[in-house]
């Protein structure tokens, strides 16, 4: 068998691009691929392995049709890509897990504390001149030690944030598969054990005073927070999306913000990446992040090492180093 050529369909960080050239057969594209371009290039034969970006979506049809080995995915999710398809067709799906995670866990906790203490309010008035010298009510916000984090979701991302929390002093609640649940053993909880609360979806909801999202995207968590969930959160709760945008059903997030059902939400993905449900940034009491989660120059790089190194192993017809399906 020959190796196969690699399609690169947007730029990566070194040490990226050095990995995949020194395997040589790669075709870098200077701009972000369009889906049409996209659709000829893993349809004509003339790529084996696709390097890929969350914006590049593979679904049944195109998998149906494309003529690859694999796709290397530049991130842990991989809800761009149907696996299901995938995995029908033979093509490998390579991701990276574990390197994100920590600062994954910090962007969670900078949006709790963001909207707990009105950072980018506050920043707003200081640069509009409305400070005008320290004032006992000056933009009072809400308490984050010794309130209560609520965890959708129980893997790498929510286990970091746990301990992060606890650090804060928080009470630390968690539903590790909502809405459904599972069994938690300790050795999953780990150095948790005893530090953490599993409790169901309903509890998880009606007492945390951050909800916290860590599910991936499935047909499952779409819209996982829609409108009655949001109507069971306590009146003076707060979101937090670090996850998947369509895990929240933001029309009515935005419904809930402007009628005071929840007190504030601290987002860094969206449900039509990148436009925004209207109204959505409007609204004083959020904080919006443009998805960067994993935006720090060390992650970023180690997502490019191995991104790259699944990509090689796909291309040479060995076992990529981090394998979905
Ligand atoms: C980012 O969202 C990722 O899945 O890596
Ligand atoms: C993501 O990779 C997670 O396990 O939370």
């Known amino acids: 068998m020959t190796d196969h050529r690699i399609l690169v369909t947007s730029l990566i960080p070194e040490p990226g691009p050095s990995i995949l050239r020194e395997y040589g057969d790669v075709t870098f594209c200077d ?55 995938a995995q029908r067709h033979g093509i490998i799906v390579g991701n990276t897990p574990g390197v994100l995670t920590d600062s994954t866990a910090d962007i969670t906790v900078l949006l709790m504390l963001a909207t707990a203490r009105r950072a980018v309010e506050a920043d707003r008035v200081v640069r509009t001149g409305g400070f005008q010298g320290w004032q006992p009510n000056l933009m009072l916000g809400t308490d984050v030690s010794g309130r209560t984090l609520g965890l959708a979701g129980f893997g790498r991302i929510a286990k970091a944030t746990a301990r992060r929390a606890l650090g804060f002093g928080m009470t630390v609640l968690f539903c590790p598969r909502p809405p459904s649940d599972r069994d938690v053993a300790d ?78 939400a601290g987002l860094d993905v969206f449900e039509r990446e990148p436009e925004l449900a209207p109204g959505l940034a409007d609204l004083p009491n959020t904080v919006l992040l443009p998805h960067v989660g994993s935006a720090t120059v060390s992650v970023r790089s180690e997502m490019a090492r191995l991104s790259a190194l699944n990509a090689v192993a796909i291309a040479r017809g060995e076992e990529p180093p981090h394998r979905v399906v």
């Open 31 to 85: 701009e972000p691929i369009d889906a049409d371009a996209l659709r000829t290039a893993v349809t004509d034969g003339s790529h084996g392995v696709v390097l890929a970006q969350l914006s590049d979506r593979f679904d049944a049809d195109l998998l149906s049709r494309a003529t690859l080995a694999g796709i290397s995915n530049y991130a842990v999710g991989f809800d761009n890509i149907d696996v299901d398809a």
């Open 187 to 264: 050795h999953e909880l780990g150095d948790l054990v005893g530090r953490v609360t599993h409790v169901d979806w309903p509890t998880l909801v009606r007492e945390s005073d951050f909800l916290s999202l860590h599910v991936p995207l499935t047909d499952d968590t779409r819209h996982l927070v829609d409108a009655d969930v949001l109507a069971a959160m306590r009146d003076d709760a707060i979101l937090i999306n670090t996850a998947r945008g369509p895990v929240v059903d933001e029309t009515a997030l935005v419904e809930a913000l402007r009628g005071g059902v929840i007190a504030a």
